[in-house]
């Protein structure tokens, strides 16, 4: 069956220091892979997806994500984070079912960022 | 980026009564809309896949007969919870991607802001 995982139910993280909120997938043929954040009471907000090409993908706010084929694992990244990165992240595969295509999502991340 | 809106954003509803969310996408066309619900601290479960002009296909074990949907237009898909029960009492949220014909095949879906439904 096609999935998502996120391992993490929760990532807490200093300001200032790297955050990582991890991503694995399984599904046949290429991966269309995406990272959405919400936050409360808020619809999915579109941070970067992976499609082809390079496996370092870079999106919206200082975020990027690195594709890794071998590990079947799309990680989110960022150098630094801010106070106002918490919220809750969602990784998500796009996957074609009878002839159009559906998003899988897993189970979400909540990051929570300490000043 | 593309905008999606979603209404309303919450509502208040009596046990029994039927209640009818819009999902419309404002500057883009979308053949398919998604419709999604979101139990408190879990994921989104894909409830249904909205196609213009065509029947809705449901997710295994949703009630197609409860949650009826319609997209009449390239820009709005509604939702309708027929005689709501509290146990519906959910955040909705729906999206819509744009047409693969006009250079949607790699895009990624957008997002409403999502309805709170609260049924007393």
């Known amino acids: 069956a096609q999935s998502v995982a996120q391992p993490e139910d929760q990532v807490n993280v200093a300001e200032g220091n790297p955050l990582t909120v991890k991503c694995t997938y399984s599904?046949?043929?290429?991966?269309?892979l995406f990272w959405y954040v919400q936050y409360p009471n808020r619809g999915l907000q579109f941070l970067l997806k992976y499609i082809t090409g390079d496996n370092l993908v870079k999106g919206s706010y200082g975020f990027e994500a690195e594709f890794n084929k071998s590990q079947t694992s799309f990680h989110l990244k960022k150098p630094s984070a801010l106070v106002s990165d918490s919220a809750l992240y969602f990784c998500a595969v796009r996957v074609a079912t009878s002839g159009t295509y559906k998003y899988i999502f897993g189970t979400g991340t909540r990051l929570k960022v300490l000043a | 980026g593309a905008v999606v809106s979603q209404h309303p954003s919450r509502v208040i509803c009596k046990s029994g009564t039927s209640v009818k969310i819009e999902c419309r996408s404002l500057d883009f066309q979308a053949t398919t809309m998604f419709w999604y619900r979101q139990f408190p601290k879990q994921s989104l479960m894909l409830m249904a896949t909205s196609n213009e002009g065509s029947k809705a296909t449901y997710e295994q074990g949703v009630e197609k007969d409860k949650f009826l949907i319609n997209h009449a237009s390239l820009t709005l898909s509604t939702l309708t919870v027929t005689s709501a029960h509290p146990e519906d009492s959910s955040f909705y949220i729906c999206?819509?991607?744009?047409?693969?014909?006009?250079?949607?095949?790699?895009?990624?879906?957008?997002f409403g802001q999502g309805t709170r439904l609260t049924v007393v």
């Open positions: 999206s819509a991607r744009p047409q693969i014909r006009t250079g949607g095949r790699h895009t990624e879906a957008f």
């Open positions: 599904v046949s043929g290429n991966p269309y």
